[in-house]
Nanobody, 123 residues
Framework: QVQLVESGGGLVQAGGSLTLSCAVS????????IAWVRQAPGTEREFVGR????????SYADSVQGRFTISKNNAENTVYLQMNSLRPEDTAVYYC????????????????WGQGTQVTVSS
């Protein structure tokens, strides 16, 4: 089990950029894959992207491919979500989540979740 704490959300204009952070704590982080997930009001949670702790392999949803980038800092046990060219439809609560299933994209495989951080993109 790991603990995850997101930060960095806020209000940004369309076309702008924002970087979210996910501080991860716990033992044996190398076993984990960390995902970013978002949920807009009245919708289901949506996979945004993920990064494997070993190898740093990334995968993204089609809706954010080319605009969002996930990276990590092993020394600080932090995963980042760099969001560029933001659109109003990116407005959501953004969560980071962890799984021991290497490279997983299915949200039901993620057992540990942060509390979320709100991102609002104005038009």
């Amino acid at each position: 089990q790991v603990q995850l704490v997101e930060s960095g959300g806020g209000l940004v204009q369309a076309g702008g950029s924002l970087t979210l952070s996910c501080a991860v704590s716990g033992r044996t982080l190398s076993r984990y894959t960390i995902a970013w997930v978002r949920q807009a009001p009245g919708t289901e949670r949506e996979f945004v992207g993920r990064i494997t702790w070993i190898g740093g392999l990334t995968s993204y949803a089609d809706s954010v491919q080319g605009r969002f980038t996930i990276s990590k800092n092993n020394a600080e046990n932090t995963v980042y979500l760099q969001m560029n060219s933001l659109r109003p439809e990116d407005t959501a609560v953004y969560y980071c989540a962890a799984t021991t299933i290497y490279g997983a994209r299915s949200l039901h495989l993620y057992n540990d979740w942060g509390q979320g951080t709100q991102v609002t993109v104005s038009s």
